[in-house]
């Protein structure tokens, strides 16, 4: 049959679609091939360095049974919170990655040295992969170096203008910016690959929060504005001691608290904007490719069955009542399309499953009216059964192009009447052969201990009564 | 009622190609004096051209077709409403009814009972189809035989008779009110009567259920 194929058909291909939308995952991280080059070659029963996992802390894979240090060291691409100087070591020395971890917090917290020896490990030591570090590379970008020297007669001449109008302590600050300013661009340059993506996308923002020449100047009046908080914060805290006065350590506290959040802030807002965004988006894409689903699952197979059948305007109709009834029982009752009558696990949803099956196998138009509702027992169950013999024979033989379905329960019974408006027959003149069907109706209820009514007249349809007594329900 | 006997119709309908439908299986049957597809044209539209009956689609934009039984019914009682809708819904179906509309129809109405349902709701009457006779048989259920004692039920308007009962039940079995009228050994008219009397204790119960279905729709 025709519709039976159209189902099928639409089963098969929800189950591609589900897998074509379920497919474009992000890539597993390739883990094995950012492995320290070689010690494939030392250990080939090594096992795979896990992201988080501090891989040097496997048994030491750089280091021979008695503890001496093998190969370079190199920070580590795999296990790095900033630069991978931890996880270098780590794997380098075989200490566990977390021990080295609180080691530079620790160093940092008590005297500063951790920043220094870090920044420095970052400088100096090689990226996994590479044989050169920032240093070394830095040493040899001649282009970078003559930008760095280009700058220092405008330098020379800045301390001799301060030097002429005795601003001496502007003049103290010229070689320490510009060794900053040196060393940030040398860095810059020579940074590896993904180190240089970090700093343009994260770092760089900070400063330009906003594109173009209103951002730039924003900028220009959030910094100017920053630097006057900060400035005066900073006066604040260091002229507050000598006076004794405990309200102005925490004014200057406060001021360069609100410098730093009238430069900084406008960053801050837009990262977490930016994850907000972001979050939305992805929850929208995830809802729109379920909507894609079901709309193909349902309403685009529905259409092109439509399309196939132009010519036969009784499956038309047909179809689009199927449709119809489905994707409202989607929209308004949140029951996914195909699922309705495979989960049935009470009368109504049963009955909606009779009313689909029937209109869909035989063409014609079921109306279903519900009161009340009871979950499937065995008596139920035969009701239902009883309720679809009679609605496919109404369907067959009547000719009626509507059936009515009113069923009601209450607490303790169920009755449940279709009804349709068809030719009718005289049941006293039903051949023996035909009443088969009655009496498997009647059969079924009394089985389960109710009851059948079958009542017709030629020209003025059938109606068949179905009652089930039910337990009253447990309270 | 025009002199002709032909009703006189306004539809409401934010589709346009279901209001070209209706009139076109409505012909010559009734007569079209305007359409509107939103609430507030709608309002002021039929205040204008005093329709004898108003099919009213449930979803609108500008507030729903409550948001036209709002803005008419105060100062046009004599406005008859038949709503329709694609919803299923039962608080769509009791939301509208309870802001006055005398009937209640699925889009899915052949164009013979549609004429029908127009011709008794501008004779006054009440229309039920099949589905809103199950909702409300739902919304008043309960309070039958053996389990009448509720508190707090008003007999005159929370409950229903058991005449009442009876004829919402064959009408949501499928009848006609002529086979209803039929089965009970009752005139037609009393059927009429009966059926409005439920729209009336429709309207203007506060019974649990309804205004639980009113709330929901914020409507209250």
Redesign the interface.
């Known amino acids: 049959m025709v519709v039976a194929a159209g189902v099928r058909d639409h089963r098969g291909i929800a189950e591609f679609t589900d897998s074509g939308i379920t497919v474009p995952r992000a890539p597993q991280p390739p883990v094995s091939s950012t492995a320290v080059p070689g010690d494939g070659r030392d250990r080939p029963d090594l096992p795979r360095p896990g992201r988080s996992r501090g891989s040097g802390g496997r048994g030491g894979r750089r280091r021979d049974h008695r503890g001496r240090l093998r190969g370079p060291v190199r920070r580590s691409a795999e296990t790095r919170v900033l630069a991978g100087v931890c996880g270098g070591l780590a794997q380098a020395t075989g200490i566990d990655v977390t021990l080295v971890r609180i080691a530079f917090v620790l160093l940092t917290l008590g005297s500063g040295i951790g920043i220094l020896a870090y920044a420095l490990g970052w400088l100096l030591l090689p990226l996994e992969g590479e044989t050169t570090s920032i240093f070394t590379r830095a040493v040899t970008d001649q282009k970078g170096l003559r930008l760095v020297v280009a700058i220092v007669p405008a330098l020379v001449v800045g301390q001799l203008v301060a030097g002429a109008l005795h601003l001496g302590y502007l003049g103290s600050f010229g070689w320490p910016v510009f060794l900053a300013g040196a060393a940030a661009i040398l860095i810059r340059r020579n940074a590896s690959e993904d180190e240089r993506a970090w700093i343009n996308d994260d770092v760089l923002p900070m400063l330009h929060t906003d594109s173009g020449r209103q951002g730039r100047w924003s900028l220009a009046l959030r910094i100017t504005v920053g630097a006057a908080l900060g400035l005066a914060g900073l006066l604040a805290l260091v002229l507050g001691h000598p006076t004794g006065a405990a309200v102005r350590p925490i004014a200057g506290s406060l001021l360069v608290v609100a410098a730093i959040v009238v430069v900084f802030g406008p960053w801050w807002l837009s990262l977490v904007r930016d994850l907000l965004a972001e979050r939305q988006a992805r929850a929208l894409a995830e809802e729109r490719a379920l909507m894609a689903a079901h709309v193909h699952d349902s309403v685009l197979q529905t259409l092109a069955l439509i399309q196939r059948s132009a010519d036969d305007p009784r499956h038309v109709i047909r179809l689009a ?1 199927a449709q ?1 009834r489905e994707l ?1 029982s989607w929209l ?1 009752d949140g029951r996914p399309p195909g699922t309705i009558g495979d989960e049935a696990t009470t009368l109504a949803q049963g009955i909606d499953l009779l009313q689909r099956q029937v209109e869909s196998d035989h063409g014609v ?1 079921v ?1 279903v ?4 509702d009871r979950p499937l027992t065995d008596g139920v169950r035969a009701l239902l059964d009883a309720a679809r013999e009679a609605t496919v024979n109404a369907a067959k033989w009547s000719g009626a192009g509507q059936i ?1 379905i ?1 069923a ?1 329960v ?2 303790t019974e169920a009755m449940l ?1 279709v ?1 349709d ?1 068809g030719c009718g027959f005289d049941p006293a003149s039903v051949p023996t052969d035909r009443q088969g069907i009655a009496r498997s109706i009647r059969a079924r209820m009394a089985r389960v201990g109710g009851s059948a009514v079958i009542r017709s007249e030629a020209g003025q349809g059938t ?1 068949v009564e179905l009652s089930l007594p039910l337990r009253p329900p447990a309270r | 009622m025009t002199p002709g006997g032909r009703p006189r119709i306004f539809l409401v309908d934010d589709h346009a190609m279901f209001r070209a439908g209706v009139r076109a299986e409505l012909g010559d049957a009734v007569e079209v004096v305007g359409e509107a597809d939103e609430a507030t044209a709608a309002v002021e539209l039929i205040g204008e051209r005093r329709p004898d009956v108003v099919l009213l689609d449930v979803h609108l934009p500008g507030g729903g077709g409550v948001a036209v039984l709002r803005g008419v019914m105060p100062h046009h009682p004599e406005v008859q409403f038949l709503a329709l809708s694609v919803s299923d819904a039962p608080e769509d179906v009791i939301a509208v009814i309870r802001a006055g509309a005398r009937g209640y129809v699925t889009k899915t109405i052949s164009g013979a009972e549609l004429l029908q349902a127009v011709e008794r709701i501008g004779a006054g009457d009440a229309v039920f189809s099949p589905r809103l006779a199950g909702f409300v048989l739902d919304a008043f259920a309960g309070d039958g035989a053996g389990a009448g004692v509720v508190t707090g039920i008003d007999p005159e308007l929370d409950q229903l008779s058991p005449r009442e009962r009876e004829v919402l039940r064959l009408i949501a079995r499928g009848y006609t009110y002529k086979e209803v009228a039929r089965d009970l050994g009752i005139s037609a008219k009393t059927v009429e009567s009966h059926v409005s009397s439920v729209l009336r204790k429709l309207q203007l119960s506060t019974r649990h259920e309804l205004t639980r279905w009113a709330t929901d729709r914020r409507l209250v």
């Open positions: 009542r119809e409202r308004f138009t109306q009216v519900v009161v009340g009515s009113y009601e209450e607490p009447y009804r408006r109606e």
